[in-house]
Every structure is written in structure tokens, then in C-alpha cells.
């Protein structure tokens, strides 16, 4: 099915089951233990054996020998697997630094041997007995130190200029002209990396936790040089991803080249403190911001140029992407500045960009607010645009940023906020609000779904779109079940198989919209066969509790198929609306906290997030995602941070235990609010994202919750409290 119009009235319209507040259907699954995560496929094959990863303990240089004797020879040892006897291997396109390090070393815990044993006690042992020498080489690790040098953007990336700014800027009434930074962070979410390899004859099945199983069949495919349809991926449940499993990583495949070597079946699950470094991070950034206005407070221009860093042949953190399309100002620059750093590689974490970006825009949206004499919430609605600034001829499919800030504002008590900073006082508390916008783009992409239509009236959906925590069982079996006319209860929903059509995977917020439309298509599909079944045309149709009726005539659904199952695939596809129509999500986020006037101390006492994201498929599921969302823009605010070692160059905090990372006592209260919103623009479900939109710009929030409450203006991230401390207010001080 082509999406190339915009959407018109349809079944998902009727919001019978779409839009509800339906429970997981696989919360039951999950809560009970009976979700098999990716380490726990325990009787799918027999006789696994055990893989544990020896990382480099150097960040750059060479391999000059492995000493594998020793740990060959303990007890329960099956093989060793490295780079010298695993045999050719290819390097897919998603991945900076090779998954098998050897003789080269690209960073710091890259993966150099995978030890496998009877157990994986026996294979950690064992690992402790491989001796590597190394050739170290002088790396770069400093982005602070490097940025000097990097003055030009990437080749693939040029700078984006609207209007000349240099001129505007220097003609501005009031100015501002400020640097920002944001630290690496890491994903670590719950569930580890983790694989189980099993093969048959040259074909290879690997059970793994992965949020983009087609791209992970494509990559290991290359890698291993077989044919794609030689890979089968396994991932119906997953712990958490945040970006770190959109790729093939290290797990799945020394998991499939243990299985090889042994010709039996190897799991391979990455130690916490080896995620960090050997996966994938957030890079840390250095952002100056530069804006203008007139004397009314009309942004006239504004500059915004991000530097980070990593590995050769990877990519920026895009932090300058919402700058271009937040707010008005005929005068704009925004740039990517990227360092050659010996880093781990840098990827996407949760809202690659606009996470980061967003940290510093909404700080110096604040700060020049203040400089004008407006408050911050006016400010921003002043510098509203309703078209792509740097394309004015493109508009919005739908933004209601305006309605999120007015309607936050009045649910938080924003009338009551004193603007002059440190004077709000609770006991031993300074309290404070802030307010930061928020935008994350709605991107769209095909995806492909199968339906089953049984005898008994039970409807089977299947699609390789996963589950990482966001409830896609849930929208997935709402959106069959509306289409048909039939219960939530009668929909089976299966997921995470690569043997099912391709859909768009989870990632960047589109995938609840995505994989919802390409079931959408299969079910038209679907009616189009009952109807042929039923001697009907398909058009004017109508499927409801369980009914087919066409006109005064109406057939139990279930006499369509009762000489058999009914099958239908489609996909989506789309079209070009969105070269016609800038199409994005947007919230308002306040936030208020207390500073302890003695320690420093943050605490946030109350979030709210009003959010424009289209249709809300699920609202239950839909809150949980904000919710979740929020508190990881506390941590961002607040404790996140990978230290680096810049002699060694390595995250030195990789593990749980000195990785910090928001807990239930952190956050005493948080609210979510939808706006009621369909976009047709976007896709038939009228729908967007949100998972995403609910981190973005949080931490800005706090940050100017914080500067509200005390007078001390934190530009570099985390806030912590030697950040604080040396600058607390007197008044504070004599209390």
C-alpha cells in the first residue's frame, strides 16, 4: 500500500480499541518470568555451550601476540576464538569499529577473544587466563583539547545558512553568545547484550536482544560473508535498548562464530562493566550558541555549531538539528564540527540530536529571554513559526507548541513563579521552575506486516517489529483488532522473527506509527479476501464486534474462513509529504526543584510534559513511554556522565555501581498531558511518536529550574554539586 496522500476517514477512526488505555498484553508474560529474554532461550536447543569476551585493555595501537595455551587447557574450555583463527570476515556498513579486534586495535575493551566453556563460570576463569601483549599508540581521547583544530564541517554535512548572520547578529538589540557542554553517556539498559548461535548445515540462528532485526540479519550476513537468507534472527522481547541495539554488536557475533567452530550452539552475553566501552555511547558535545533579537524580544538571528567526536569514519552527534526548525529568525547558521577521537564508538541514544542539542538551546533560549525581559514560556511562544524556517515554503503538517507551553503553564502554576532567581524559600529548600520546549521529528519508513484469519475467529499478526518496553504488542494487536471489528482478546501478536515481513524496526520514535501502519495495510488486505469470501464488494464495508455488515446485510466474520485460514501481507510505503510538509512532535516540559541552601542538593519536586505527537495509539502505554522518558532527562540533568581517562582512554565508570542513574526517590511526581491531535499528514493511524519527545529538552528544564531557584547558571552537564556549591547565594548561606 502506497501512503501518499493525506490520510482520510478510516476504521481506525472509530477508536473502539485504538486510542484506549489497554493493558500490555504481554505484561502477564513479562511479570510472570515466561518472556524469554535473549539469555534465557533455555530449551530451544541442546547442548549449549558458554562464551566469555576478553576486551582489549588498551584504547589504540596493535596486537603483538594472544596466549590462548593456558586457558585452552582449563577445565571445561571447548575453544578460543579470535581474529587469527575465526576465518574471513566481512564489516557491515552500521558499525564504526570492527566487532572482532585484531591485529589492529580501534578502542579501548573491543572484543579480541571469546573463550568458550562447558559453563560460563568455566569460561570466566578461563578468560582471565589469556595473555595479550600489546604495541600501544598515542591516542586522542580530549574533545576539549582537540576542538581547536576541527573548524570545518564534515564533507557529508555541510553547514545549514538561511539569511547572513554574521550581519543580523552584529546588529542585534540584545545578544547572547554562550558554550555549552554535555558529557558521554551510556545506554545501559537492563538487559544486557546477549545471543544464543545455533547452526544447521550454513544456516545460522541467533537469538539475540536487537531493536532492528532486518538490519541485524543484513550485518551479521556481511560479516560472516554468507547469504542473508542463510540468518535467521530471534528478539521477540527486549530489556531496553536506547540505541544501543539498533546494531549488530560484538554478542551475536562471537556467539555465531563460537557455534561454528563448535558446530554446536554458544550464548554470549556481554559482562556490565565490558557494555560501556564496547558497545555504543552518547558522545559528548561542545555546542555555542549565538542569538539576536530586537529590542521586543523577535529572534532577528541565531547560530548554533556542535563539536564531538569519533572513531575514524564515524559520525557527529547531530545537536543542531532542532535549532533549524524551533523557532523563528530570518538570519540562522547551524554546523557540525566532528574530532577524530580513540574513543568507543559514538552512536544514536535515545533522541540522537535533539537529546543533546536541546540540553543547551533551551538554556540559552532562557538566558536571552532574561536579557530581553521576557518571561521564558512568552518568549517562546513570541518565536513561534508555523513554517520550516530555513524553507519557508514547507509547513508544518501540525504544531501546537503554542498550546503545549499555554497549557503547561496553566497546569503547573506557572502564574506563580517569581522570576528574579533565589527567592523562593521552603525550610532548608530554594525552590525554583524552569520550562524548556521540545521538538523530535516524526520520520516515517515502509514496514510490512503478515495476518492469519483462523476458523475459530482468532487473528495472528506477524511482523519482525520488536518490543523493547514500548508496548508494541499492545498498538499492534489494538490497531488488528479495529480493523476487524473483533476483541483485543481475539488478536495474537507475534514479533522479533526475521522470518516475518520486514517492518521498520524500533528506533528514532517512528516505530509505534510505522509498524501500526503496515498492519494497517495487511488488514485492508485481509477485509478485501472476507469480502471476496463472503461474495461482497469491499468497498463500503463496515467489520464491527465481530460482524461483517454491508448494508442491512450482516455475516459473522467467522463464515468468511470457515473452509479455512485467510492469509494477507502488505506493506506500507510512502510517499513524498514529507518534502510537502515539515512533520515533528513537540511538548513543554516544567519542572520544579528544591536546592538544599547548605549542600547543594537537587531535588525535583514536580514534572509535567504536555505533548503533541499526533494520535495517541495507547495512552497507558503511551504515558509510560513519557514517564520513562522524563526521568531520563533527570539523569541527563543531573548524574549522568561517562568520565573519561584521557591518559588511557577509556569510561572509567563502567558499571552500575559509579554510572549514576535516577532511581523511584528521585522523582516525587510526574504528569503527563496529550493534547487531542490527529495528523493525517503522517501516516493512516493519524499517529506520530512520543517515546523520544519525552526526553527532550527535560534536562534544560531542571537546569533553568535550578538557575530560577538559586542564581547559578550551570552551562556544563551534569549539574552537580561542586557545580553548585561555591556559588550559593549569601542569603542562603546565612540560614
Known amino acids: 500500500m502506497k501512503f501518499d496522500k493525506p490520510a482520510s476517514a478510516n476504521p481506525i477512526d472509530r477508536l473502539n480499541v485504538v486510542g484506549q488505555p489497554r493493558d500490555r498484553i504481554d505484561g502477564p508474560l ?92 568455566q569460561a570466566r576463569a578461563a578468560a582471565s587466563l589469556v ?221 540522537p540530536g535533539e537529546a543533546a542539542g536541546l540540553l543547551a538551546l533551551e538554556i540559552a533560549i532562557d538566558e536571552i529571554a532574561e536579557k530581553v525581559g521576557i518571561d521564558p514560556v512568552q518568549f517562546r511562544i513570541l518565536n513561534d513559526t508555523q513554517v520550516d524556517p530555513t524553507q519557508p515554503e514547507r509547513f508544518f503538517s501540525h504544531r501546537q507548541l503554542n498550546t503545549c507551553l499555554r497549557e503547561g503553564a496553566k497546569r503547573f502554576g506557572w502564574q506563580d513563579r517569581i522570576a528574579r532567581p533565589a527567592q523562593v524559600r521552603d525550610g532548608r529548600w530554594l525552590v525554583g521552575m524552569g520550562v524548556a520546549a521540545a521538538i523530535r521529528n516524526n520520520m516515517v519508513d515502509k514496514s510490512g506486516a503478515r495476518v492469519h484469519l483462523d476458523p475459530d475467529g482468532t487473528l495472528t499478526v506477524e511482523t519482525d517489529m520488536t518490543d523493547i518496553g514500548t508496548g508494541s504488542y499492545t498498538i499492534i494487536g489494538q490497531t488488528a483488532a479495529e480493523m476487524l471489528g473483533i476483541p483485543l482478546e481475539k488478536v495474537v501478536v507475534k514479533l522479533g522473527d526475521s522470518d516475518f515481513p520486514v517492518s521498520a524496526g524500533s528506533g528514532g520514535q517512528w516505530g509505534a506509527n510505522t509498524s501500526t501502519a503496515g498492519v494497517y495495510a495487511a488488514c485492508v488486505k485481509l477485509r478485501e479476501q472476507v469480502a471476496q469470501r463472503l461474495g461482497l464488494e469491499s468497498d463500503g464495508l463496515d467489520f464491527c464486534d465481530g460482524e461483517v455488515l454491508a448494508g442491512p446485510q450482516r455475516f459473522a466474520l467467522t463464515e468468511a474462513v470457515k473452509d479455512g485460514r485467510i492469509t494477507a501481507e502488505d506493506t506500507m510505503e510512502y510517499g513524498n509529504l514529507d518534502k510537502t510538509f515539515q512533520q515533528s512532535t513537540f511538548a513543554g516540559h516544567f519542572v520544579e526543584v528544591g536546592v538544599d541552601i547548605f549542600t547543594a542538593e537537587v531535588r525535583i519536586r514536580r514534572m509535567l510534559a504536555v505533548c503533541a505527537a499526533g494520535r495517541i495509539l495507547n495512552p497507558k502505554t503511551a504515558r509510560s513511554q513519557v514517564i520513562g522518558a522524563m526521568t531520563m532527562g533527570a539523569g541527563a540533568a543531573l548524574m549522568e556522565e561517562l568520565v573519561v581517562d584521557p591518559r588511557r582512554g577509556y569510561f572509567v565508570n563502567h558499571d552500575l555501581a559509579s554510572y549514576e542513574v535516577p532511581v523511584h526517590a528521585d522523582i516525587t511526581e510526574q504528569e503527563v498531558i496529550f493534547l487531542d491531535e490527529t495528523d493525517p499528514i503522517s501516516s493512516p493511524m493519524k499517529a506520530k511518536g512520543v517515546g523520544e519527545l519525552g526526553l527532550c529538552g527535560v534536562g534544560a528544564a531542571i537546569a533553568n529550574a535550578i538557575y530560577n531557584a538559586t542564581g547559578i547558571r550551570v552551562r556544563e552537564y551534569p549539574i552537580t554539586l561542586d557545580k553548585l556549591l561555591a556559588e550559593m547565594p549569601e542569603p542562603a548561606l546565612k540560614g
Open 30 to 121: 513479562k511479570t510472570t518470568g515466561t518472556a524469554h529474554y535473549a539469555y534465557e532461550w533455555h530449551d530451544e536447543v541442546d547442548n549449549v555451550a558458554y562464551g566469555y569476551v576478553v576486551g582489549s585493555a588498551i584504547a589504540k595501537g596493535r596486537v603483538n601476540a594472544i596466549d590462548t595455551d593456558a586457558a585452552r587447557r582449563a577445565p571445561g574450555v571447548l575453544t578460543v576464538v579470535t581474529a587469527q583463527n575465526a576465518g574471513p570476515l566481512g564489516k557491515g556498513e552500521m558499525n564504526t569499529a570492527t566487532l572482532l579486534g585484531g591485529p589492529e586495535i580501534e578502542h579501548y575493551h573491543q572484543a579480541l577473544a571469546l573463550v568458550v566453556a562447558e559453563t560460563f563460570e
Open 131 to 351: 595473555e595479550v601483549t600489546y604495541q600501544p599508540q598515542e591516542g586522542s581521547f580530549d574533545l576539549a583539547e582537540a576542538r581547536p583544530e576541527v573548524n570545518t564541517p564534515p564533507e557529508d554535512t555541510p553547514d545549514s545558512i538561511t539569511g547572513d548572520f554574521s550581519t543580523a547578529f552584529a546588529a542585534a538589540d540584545v545578544k547572547l553568545d554562550a558554550t555549552y557542554t554535555t558529557p558521554d553517556q551510556s545506554h545501559f539498559a537492563m538487559e544486557p547484550h546477549a545471543s544464543m548461535a545455533a547452526w544447521d548445515g550454513d544456516k545460522v540462528t541467533v537469538w539475540t536482544s536487537n531493536q532492528m532485526i532486518a538490519w541485524c540479519r543484513k550485518e551479521l550476513a556481511a560479516t560472516l560473508k554468507i547469504e542473508p537468507e542463510k540468518v535467521r534472527i530471534y528478539s521477540p522481547y527486549i530489556g531496553g535498548g536506547f540505541g544501543s541495539k539498533l546494531f549488530l554488536r560484538s554478542d551475536a557475533l562471537l556467539a555465531a562464530l563460537g557455534a561454528r567452530a563448535l558446530q554446536r550452539p554458544v550464548k554470549v552475553m556481554l559482562q556490565r562493566p565490558l557494555i560501556a566501552n564496547n558497545t555504543t555511547h552518547r558522545p559528548a558535545t561542545i555546542q555555542q550558541i549565538r542569538i539576536g533579537t530586537d529590542k521586543a524580544g523577535h529572534i532577528s538571528a541565531i547560530s548554533h555549531l556542535s563539536w564531538s567526536g569519533n572513531l575514524p569514519g564515524g559520525t557527529p552527534e547531530n545537536a543542531v538539528q532542532q535549532t533549524n526548525l524551533l523557532y523563528a529568525g530570518n538570519h540562522r547558521q547551524t554546523g557540525l564540527r566532528l574530532a577524530e577521537l580513540d574513543l568507543p564508538e559514538g552512536n544514536a541514544m535515545r533522541a
